[in-house]
């Protein structure tokens, strides 16, 4: 079965679990801006990556745009991996029966945008100011303290599996 990986990355975090994956697979791997409708219909299966903010998958929607549907979605955000947490953002991108998988990646001031960094931190000064903070949140204010890392080329394990499986490879 002929794969292609499409992904969105603003900081690397994704497009790094996204070469991993291709890597692994022995597929291609390309920038959502470099996708088109045309070029993807060459391919029995796509999967597509985006990062996270506000529980959105960065560039489903343009994605989806080109008609094109998603074997398997992955997301990588900074937070750890709650269920309550993976299960709203099932929800809001409106993924169904999609396989779905998340990876915990980081965050990179540097690379962010004006916008995103003022996001960040005022996400952060709100949450600690909650007096009854969810697990989530908690964390949260952890995490967005600085720059961090937290991607590992094995919690790509499952979803790899999952792809190998269905075909025994690309």
């Avoid at 998958?57 to 709650?82: N, Y």
């Avoid at 100011?129 to 204010?141: F, G, H, L, S």
Wanted: glycine content about 10%; aromatic content about 10%.
């Amino acid at each position: 079965m002929k794969t292609i990986i499409v992904y969105e990355s603003k900081t690397g975090f994704t497009e790094r679990y996204a070469r991993w994956a291709a890597e692994s697979l022995g597929c291609e791997c390309i920038s959502l801006k470099d996708a088109s409708k045309d070029k993807l219909a060459g391919y029995d299966r796509v999967i597509f990556g985006g990062w996270i903010m506000a529980n959105m998958i960065s560039g489903l929607p343009k994605f989806r745009e080109m008609g094109v549907f998603p074997a398997v979605v992955f997301a990588v955000g900074a937070s750890p991996a709650f269920e309550e947490v993976l299960a709203q953002i099932r929800e809001q991108n409106q993924l169904g029966e999609t396989p779905f998988f998340y990876f915990e990646g980081g965050v990179d001031y540097g690379r962010l945008g004006f916008v995103q960094r003022m996001m960040l931190k005022m996400m952060k000064k709100m949450t600690e100011k909650k007096k009854d903070m969810t697990r989530q949140e908690a964390a949260i204010v952890q995490l967005l303290a600085g720059n961090f890392d937290h991607t590992d080329r094995g919690q790509l394990e499952e979803m790899l599996a999952l792809v190998k499986r269905s075909d025994n490879g690309c």
